[in-house]
């Protein structure tokens, strides 16, 4: 970016921050991500740049939907598929609906994201970008699993981890066995979710994104749990949690504490399980999905119902008020000394 800057080439700068964005988040520095796509709208505003605007909007909404900025990151992308749609780019318009629907998805507005995505992939068909269909295969797969169509969810993940193997997309690779592996969770398929979690570590683990590869481990502590291998699922848990603290994932720390939940329900610690899986259930991308209720929630009700039903209430209610932060920090001093 020094070179644009001497050169006074504010076009390759634009575009330059809006890469580094991107890379930034893959990084887990939030809000430097924020702060490179910041100044690349500022230049393309400048600039009186439509379709840089448009991109740059969509890179910024995708920042701060990573830092938990919800309501902020949907206005933006709303901006930027309203200015693709007047500029005709349907490649800013794909990356834009896109950037929209995973926000909506954190948001727990399932049916409106699921018909964002809907779009977006007829998009990236119609362009013929393998790179992006197998992303998006992948996330409307998973959309239509949080609405408990596991059948037609799994299709497009599959679909999705084959376009990815084709291309050789580790993201891809790694993000569609994350999401297979979820799917299998919700099944009971314990053992089949393991393989598909280790592998997605694994890959993960080589591409060297930190903020993608905590819901994976956790996922993979929460399947380890169910069978019975209470070490591994611990270490797993661990790593994750200690990861995302170090970070501060907002979005990737979400996954964790339902399988936190069922971790300390498995270890017999039923009321403290209940108390952890109400606090995950304050967000929304968990509490209003079919995926989740299956993954965790059903589990935890079912050992909840061995306690008096005063002290589930408590529990619960301690869990609403829950700090997320503190309740990590309190996870790994105990789990990191066993």
């Known amino acids: 970016m020094a070179l644009y800057r001497a050169l006074g080439d ?36 400048a600039l009186g ?6 991109c740059s909007l969509g890179e910024l909404g995708w920042s701060l939907q ?12 709303r901006e930027s598929i309203a200015l693709a749609r007047g500029t005709d780019d349907r490649s800013a318009l794909a990356y834009g609906l896109e950037s929209l629907a995973g926000t909506l998805g954190w948001q727990g507005a399932l049916a409106e994201s699921l018909s964002v995505r809907e779009e977006c992939l007829a998009l990236w068909d119609d362009l013929g970008d393998t790179h992006e269909r197998a992303h998006i295969n992948g996330e409307l797969g998973l959309a239509k699993a949080s ?36 799917v299998t969770l919700a099944k009971e398929r314990y053992v089949e979710a393991q393989q598909h979690l280790q592998e997605s570590v ?4 080589a591409y060297g994104d930190r903020s993608a590869i905590i819901c994976p ?15 591994e699922a611990r270490e797993h848990l661990c790593e994750a ?6 970070i501060r994932a907002q979005l990737a720390i979400q996954g964790a504490p339902p399988f936190a939940a069922l971790l300390l329900a498995d270890r017999g610690e039923v009321e403290r399980a209940v108390e952890v899986y109400a606090l995950a259930s304050r967000f929304p991308c968990i509490a209003n999905t079919r995926l989740w209720e299956d993954i965790a ?12 039903a005063a002290v589930v209430a408590a529990a619960q209610e301690r869990g609403q008020a829950r700090d997320l932060w503190a309740t990590v920090e309190e996870l790994l001093a105990e789990w990191e000394k066993t």
């Open 241 to 246: 949690l200690r990861m995302a603290a170090e």
């Open 297 to 308: 929630g059903k589990h935890i009700a079912a050992v909840a119902a061995t306690l008096p």
């Open 49 to 54: 740049a439509p379709r840089g605007i448009a």
């Open 147 to 182: 609405l408990g169509h596991y059948k037609d969810g799994r299709r497009h993940i599959e679909q999705g981890l084959a376009l990815a193997r084709e291309i050789d997309d580790r993201y891809g690779i790694g993000a569609n066995l994350l999401w297979l592996g979820l």
């Open 217 to 231: 481990l956790a996922a993979l502590g929460g399947a380890e749990g169910r069978l019975g291998q209470l070490t």
């Open 10 to 45: 504010r076009w390759g700068l634009a575009h330059a921050l809006n890469r580094m964005a991107r890379a930034s988040q893959g990084q887990g520095a939030f809000d430097q991500a924020r702060q490179f796509a910041q100044e690349a709208l500022s230049l393309h505003r």
């Open 66 to 77: 990573f830092m938990g900025s919800f309501e902020e990151a949907a206005r933006l992308e």
């Open 202 to 205: 694994a890959v993960f683990r």
